[in-house]
């Protein structure tokens, strides 16, 4: 999903298709009610790709299409709400301007 954001391609709104379609759709609440997440939030308002696209290049989440080092390892240390069929891992992305960004991305499962 992250070498889709930065790579956009074939079209500029690829990246953002990809990873709305990996991502858990929004719960009923979450459309009745503002979600805490940030990227909950940002699903919330796009409606379409096209519109993460931009919401993501206009947002603190814009590193997520430019990054040009990504590190990924197990997290060491998991959400108090764990879950027996989740795992975590620990991303850290970085921009030609030194700028970083770690985040906690849970899989589930199947």
Known sequence: ???HLKDSSPHAAHGAAVAMRFSTPLATTELEWEPLDAW???LRKAANPRMLANELM???FRIWCEWVLCEVED???????RRA???YLSVLLIS???LKL??????ERR
């Open 1 to 3: 999903v992250l070498q």
């Open 75 to 81: 997290a060491p240390t998991a959400p108090l709400t």
């Open 96 to 98: 030609r301007d030194g």
């Open 102 to 107: 770690r985040f906690l991305v849970t899989l």
């Open 40 to 42: 909950r939030r940002m």
């Open 58 to 60: 206009t947002s603190r």
């Open 85 to 87: 069929d989740e795992e």
